[in-house]
């Protein structure tokens, strides 16, 4: 695929997340499983999937789910319908890649049903030149027909379809079914089709579309956020009494194209990029009342044989023939020259164009008609040649196209809570602000984190959602700490939070939970390797209190406070079971202590000689010299200790 997919908001998992829960409804009565491996005799679940769409098709009802596993499929046809509340939706498994397939004249076929969801799949069509005899070589990728209404293709990859790749037709004798309508062509990559089909082929063809709801005045139907290039009629059969009606002039191979006869609901064409197609690059060809926004059409009319009737100017990045009140804003037309216009509206004779309004848009490189607010100005595309059409900082197209200026905040602001424990993980946010304290919501930079912590666990280098960005850290030095973040290109834009990192840095008595009325105690306050740890009525000695000593995060150097040369110790760094004792600090495993709070308030200490134990007072025993060890974690009063601070 082209290497903009890795820049571009089709992958934008959040956006198009949102746009299914609206499609989909709220009811959802199955979830059935496709596999390769499966078979269509068994039940359909995620252990025992079907083989084929075509079968899963026939069964899906309204509220139903089909999710595929990864693999190739022949394509299918949806024969149910869903409703308002309970769509019917079919997907791949996430995180997986579905290839659908077919030599049919289509490879995802939607017609005469209502409210179906087909997203996230790679489709091509192989069908052969010619078949069915219809004189139209080459399939579509998902075709919509005879009167479907409520259909949603998003997020798919569409090419190498020899007809179109999206497309709608009211499929009747002499265009006499009913259109389509309340079709919703969003988040798509469609390329490379419309070669060998004949005329009337493009990447996104909604032909023939119906107002099957007069009384909504609104937008019907949706085209948006899709990248939609190199779909071209230019290796069409020519003029031929082998395909009579077919071959001959090429019309079509546009990018985007409405061609409602006159007929269809208003609709919004908008955020769309359609770059070195054959055809136009977004064509209201006998639509009424389209708006056409914040498009991006670059280097289109590729195709030096298109049909040029009756000698009109007819070819253009933004077009209009016999359509009216149609209403183009915001795009950017970049054209190669010659006979390709930034935009051009025509009428053949016997037809009509009327009240299309062009405004606020940037042509460049082409000749242009200019209406209110329209510039001609270099669009400054980062790398255009490498289908990179995101627009530079001091653009005159800054907010026109699919990709407005990034704006470049002058500040970050970070929120971070004002005291934390060492090793502990907590949340910060960071928002981006522009030069009028308004958010920057339309920021696109990349956010670098550091801390004056040099333990510090931080986030990688991440990107903001409308201009704000919610991450977690964890800071083990005690003291005034720092996390700050700088934008990776403009180092002035940054900012910082301080947190208090508390430890427990000091002198203890450790009581255990399960013998309130004792300490834990060096045995006799011996001061020889291997001296005995075990707990003993409170005394107040040296021998009872403990020097906690910080070594980053939650882990600490413990010793007895009348001789700093010693450390609680796991005899021999051994596992549950083993002994605790006085042992000289040798800086090993065997005297380092992760000390974390429990919930009432007591504290656990956990050996890093053996993470999946606990300090415990052995058998849970109450009396005098009763020995301490380390015994797996059980959570008991045992290995609960109250830490109390002493002098």
């Known amino acids: 695929m082209k290497n903009y997919l890795s820049k571009c908001y089709v992958c934008n998992i959040v956006a198009i997340t949102a746009l299914l829960l609206l499609c989909l409804g709220q009811a959802r009565a199955n979830t059935y499983y496709v596999a390769t491996n499966g078979s269509d005799s068994n039940g359909g679940t995620s252990s025992s999937p079907w083989a084929t769409l075509s079968h899963a098709a026939s069964v899906a009802v ?41 030599s049919q004249w289509y490879t995802v076929y939607i ?20 078949l069915g005899g219809e004189g139209a070589p080459g399939g ?54 419309a070669h060998t089909a004949g005329w009337h082929c493009s990447g996104i063809s909604l032909f023939g579309l119906a107002n099957s709801n007069p009384s909504d005045t609104g937008y ?37 194209i409405m061609d409602t006869d006159g007929n269809g609901a208003a609709g919004y064409v908008g955020y769309n990029v359609c770059y070195e197609n054959g055809g136009r690059g977004v064509y209201a060809f006998g639509s009424d009342n389209f708006t056409f926004d914040h498009n991006t059409c670059y280097n289109n009319v590729q195709d030096s ?74 669009p400054l595309f980062e790398n255009a040649p490498a289908d990179d059409f995101l627009i530079a900082v001091g653009s005159a197209a800054s907010g026109d196209g699919a990709y407005p200026t990034p704006v470049l905040p002058t500040k ?42 040099s333990r510090a666990a931080l986030p990688a280098s991440s990107t903001l959602s409308n201009g704000m960005a919610t991450f977690g850290a964890t800071l083990n030095t005690g003291g005034s700490q720092t996390i700050t973040a700088t934008d990776t290109t403009t180092s002035s834009v940054t900012g910082s939070s301080t947190t208090t990192v508390t430890t427990l840095n000091g002198t203890y008595e450790l009581i255990p939970e399960n013998a309130t009325g004792s300490r834990l105690d060096a045995y006799q306050s011996g001061t020889s390797n291997g001296n005995n740890v075990d707990i003993w ?19 600490y150097k413990i010793q007895p406070s009348y001789d700093l040369s010693l450390c609680l110790d796991v005899i021999g760094s051994g596992g549950s079971g083993t002994n605790c004792d006085l042992y000289a600090d040798n800086g090993t495993n065997a005297q380092r202590w992760a000390v974390t709070s429990n919930s009432d308030g007591s504290y656990t200490l956990v050996p890093q000689c053996s993470v999946g134990s606990a300090l415990d007072v052995q058998y849970s025993g109450t009396s005098n010299g009763t020995q301490v060890d380390i015994y797996s974690a059980n959570g008991t009063s ?9 002098s």
């Open 62 to 102: 309204a509220g139903d789910t089909v999710l595929v596993a990864a693999g190739t499929y022949q394509g299918f046809i949806a024969p149910n319908s869903g409703t308002a509340t309970a769509g019917i939706t079919f997907k791949p498994i996430a995180g997986q890649t579905v290839y659908l397939t077919s």
């Open 111 to 130: 017609g005469h049903v209502s409210y179906i969801t087909v997203s996230g799949f790679d489709i091509t069509n192989t069908s052969p030149d010619d």
């Open 140 to 193: 579509s990728g998902v075709n919509i027909e005879d009167g479907a209404t409520h259909i949603s293709i998003i997020g798919n990859y569409v090419h190498d379809c020899g007809a179109c790749g999206i497309a709608s037709v009211p499929n009747g004798p002499n265009n006499t079914s009913i259109g389509c309508d309340y079709l919703s062509i969003e988040y798509n990559y469609v390329a490379n089709c």
């Open 220 to 256: 019907h139907n949706y085209v948006t956020y899709n990248f939609v290039y190199l779909n071209s009629e230019e290796d069409n059969l020519p003029a031929s009494t082998v395909y009579p009606g077919y071959g001959g002039p090429h019309t079509d191979g546009n990018g985007i």
């Open 305 to 378: 044989t298109l049909y040029n009737p009756n000698g009109i100017p007819c070819l253009g990045e933004l077009a209009v023939g016999d359509g009216s009140n149609n209403t183009f804003t915001n795009n950017i037309a970049y054209a190669h020259g010659g006979y390709d216009l930034c935009n051009v509206v025509f009428t053949i004779p016997g037809y009509t164009s009327a009240n299309n309004t062009f405004s606020h848009n940037d042509y460049y490189s082409g000749s242009a008609t200019y209406g209110s607010g329209d510039i001609y100005a270099n």
């Open 412 to 453: 970050f602001t970070l929120s971070a809570p004002a005291a934390a424990a060492a090793g502990t993980p907590f949340n910060f946010s960071v928002t981006a602000y522009d030069s009028t304290g308004s958010v920057a919501t339309a920021y696109g930079g990349t956010v670098h984190f550091t801390s004056s912590d």
């Open 537 to 555: 009525a409170n005394n107040g000695t040296g021998a009872q209190k403990w020097v906690f000593t910080n070594e980053g995060g939650t882990i």
């Open 638 to 646: 045992a290995q609960k200790w109250t830490l109390v601070p002493t």
